[in-house]
């Protein structure tokens, strides 16, 4: 990609330190959680990058530090040609251009406020606009989600679970946004409903020239939704590149493992089945040294528990961080 | 089919609320055949968790009642079983997983214990002169169990592959990883040796990498005991990979039910054609995703036409006069539509 990335972290770092118990005196054995260490990632101007990975990667966490919702512990980001984290930087001009829509729309919204009040409220808060042009803009909004103007008026207990999503996205879109950040967008959502709101996203993106950052642990979700991917484990990037390279060529053995596991709706090809995967995520207090799917994997030896292995590139746009990645090709 | 086990005949459950009765399962007809694995799917309100309840007899007492049919074990009615029976069934001959099993499991209890405690009412069951020992009576009570109770423990958490389950046996459910729960759930449930076993959203709370090996196991378990699987699950994914019969409900009826090959490559009803369209597989390459128009009725207004017809593309004059009954439409192939009968 020649041109200059919508939204760009450098060696994002975000992390916690939990302290066990009040004694004053445990807190010499402070423990760190790097829920993000150290990664880099682009969001291409008027695409998706989907972020995939499992519960505990961090996926959730670089979301919320890209959005500036948390402050980051380390690294930079970059938005719209600056650099955004850190002091002097006006909140609200960036919230202007960059929007996030959550999971779970119910705790998303607030309960008490109509529809029209929820998806004004941006305008409101962002925009110089008077009132008669929030109005105008929220009604816009609206109408660009498929909803009709007699949604106006209701509260979100009126709402189906579909239309609550709708709502949170007509609220992200109302201040006409460049980013949209959606953190597992239509994982509450039965499979008719996703597909809905899949649709929608995949038609307000063109029709806005929209850029979005998808987190989700729906590989069909991502696949379907994203033009680059990157694929987390524990805390940093394993994997990133193209969707379409990375599902047909994948290089990364966790990022195998997940497309195998990944349950696909075809009865003759049960891969599901045949996945060799085991174990579950690392503690994130207590990761393993060295590569960190070094526990899991099959193809590790004792270089994997001695170095990080750094993001190689494998292909044009495509890179993957393992030692072994002439095991994979 | 071999040996039906479980037979529902036009049975209907209907829960109380304030808004009036909520038709849940309205005259489902379905059998569950000895050693299958049969996977519910439907999406939510579809009534897919309601008949697993009620194949363990575990409908709550209060709000729901079966308002008419039968469901029966064995070709015994479950619905005139007397309390003491059906705690008899319950564990021995039928079990249940839940989906999340940090809320099904004893907070306060070793894994151990709480194993233990399956395993001594099985005996018990069998023998019940046996002198085993159960849970202390106090709830705070450490129970030391014997080295006989102990080493079954570990056999059934060998079973369900948990690693080193010398150590697991002393853990309490927090120490354990959410994939080792759901595996410690299933061997709880495994270790009266019921002959099916309920699994309502098993994996749902899951990742997928911890979900395929729950999966696998439910699968090997099937193979090697002979149980029989119940799998209810909103993910026709999940369904497509490991079960052997699907079963699609919609509004608390069964619409289709079929072979797993033939549901995925020949649906006949058209929610189940919607379902499957809805699915995204693959990169978009310009593809629309095609979802299913409209939302799910109102369950608490009863109606003599079928449930999908306002969001059906085929709704025919017929449709919004009477229900559909369940048409053959292939070898072993049912599907409740107006396009294959009348």
């Known amino acids: ?329 | 089919m071999a040996a039906t086990l479980l037979e529902l005949s036009d049975f209907s459950v209907q829960y109380a609320t304030s808004r009036g009765k909520v038709r849940a399962l309205d005259s489902v007809n379905l059998k569950i055949g000895k050693e299958e694995f049969v996977a519910l799917v439907g999406e939510s309100g579809c009534g897919k968790t309601t008949l697993g309840l009620a194949a363990i007899g575990l409908l709550p007492p209060r709000s729901a009642t079966i308002a008419g049919g039968s469901i029966s074990y064995k070709g015994v009615d479950l619905s005139k079983l007397k309390p003491g029976e059906m705690q008899n069934y319950r564990g021995s001959e039928v079990a249940m997983i839940f989906q999340e099993p940090l809320t099904s499991l004893n907070p306060l209890r070793r894994v151990g214990e709480q194993i233990a405690e399956a395993i001594v009412l099985r005996i018990k069951k069998r023998d019940p002169t046996s002198k085993v020992k159960g849970a202390p009576r106090f709830p705070g009570l450490r129970w030391k169990l014997s080295p006989g109770l102990k080493s079954e423990v570990e056999q059934m958490l060998t079973l369900v592959r948990i690693p080193d389950p010398e150590h697991i046996v002393d853990r309490y459910p927090f120490e354990l990883s959410g994939g080792m729960r759901q595996r410690a759930m299933i061997a709880m449930a495994l270790s009266q040796q019921p002959e099916l076993l309920v699994a309502d959203e098993p994996t749902t709370a899951l990742d997928v990498t911890t979900q395929a090996q729950v999966l696998k196991l439910m699968k090997e378990i099937k193979d090697k005991l002979g149980t029989t699987i119940m799998l209810v699950t909103h993910d026709l994914a999940v369904a497509s990979q490991v079960a052997d019969r699907v079963v699609v409900m919609y509004a608390g009826q069964v619409v289709e039910e079929a072979d797993v090959r033939e549901v995925f490559s020949n649906p006949k009803h058209p929610y189940t054609q919607g379902l499957l369209s809805c699915i995204p597989t693959g990169t978009r390459d310009g593809k629309q995703l095609t979802p299913i128009k409209g939302t799910i009725p109102d369950l608490t207004v009863k109606k003599d036409s079928c449930l999908f017809q306002p969001r059906c593309p085929y709704a025919m004059e017929v449709c919004s006069k009477k229900s559909p009954s369940l048409f053959e439409v292939g070898k072993d192939h049912r599907a409740a539509c107006f396009l294959y009968g009348k």
């Open chain 1, 1 to 329: 990609m020649a041109s200059e990335p919508l939204m760009r972290t450098v060696e994002l770092r975000k992390y916690y330190t939990s302290t066990r118990g009040v004694n004053p005196l445990s807190r010499a054995k402070e423990k760190v959680v790097k829920a993000v260490d150290g990664v880099s990632i682009n969001i291409p101007e008027g695409r998706t990058l989907a972020v995939v990975g499992e519960s505990g990667c961090g996926k959730t966490t670089l979301a919320r530090t890209m959005a500036l919702l948390i402050p980051p512990t380390g690294g930079e980001i970059y938005f719209d040609g600056r650099r955004v984290d850190g002091r002097g930087v006006s909140d609200r001009e960036v919230y202007r251009k960059l929007q996030m829509v959550f999971q779970d729309p119910d705790s998303s919204l607030d309960p008490r406020m109509r529809v029209k009040e929820t998806i004004a409220e941006p305008l409101r808060g962002l925009t110089g606009m008077n009132g008669s042009e929030v109005k105008a803009a929220a009604m816009e909004s609206l109408q660009a989600v498929g909803l009709s103007a007699d949604f106006a008026d209701r509260y979100p207990k009126q709402l189906s679970g579909g239309q609550k999503q709708r709502v949170a996205i007509a609220r992200a879109i109302s201040t006409k946004p460049k980013l949209l950040i959606l953190d597992e967008p239509t994982s509450a959502l039965d499979a008719s409903v996703q597909a809905q709101i899949l649709n929608l996203l995949v038609d307000l993106q063109r029709r806005y020239s929209l850029s979005y950052m998808l987190i989700t642990h729906n590989i069909a979700v991502a696949a379907y939704l994203s033009d680059v991917m990157a694929v987390m484990y524990a805390g940093t990037v394993v994997e990133r590149g193209p969707t379409s390279e990375i599902l047909r060529k994948p290089r990364h053995p966790y990022t195998l493992a997940l497309l195998e596991s990944a349950p696909k709706p075809d009865p003759l090809n049960r891969t599901l089945l045949e996945t060799e995967i085991s174990g579950e995520v690392p503690s994130a207090i207590n990761p393993p040294p060295g590569c960190k799917f070094n526990p899991r994997c099959p193809f590790a030896e004792s270089i994997c528990t001695e170095q990080v292995p750094p993001l190689t590139l494998v292909a044009e746009g495509h890179d993957a961080a393992c030692h072994f990645l002439g095991k994979t090709a």
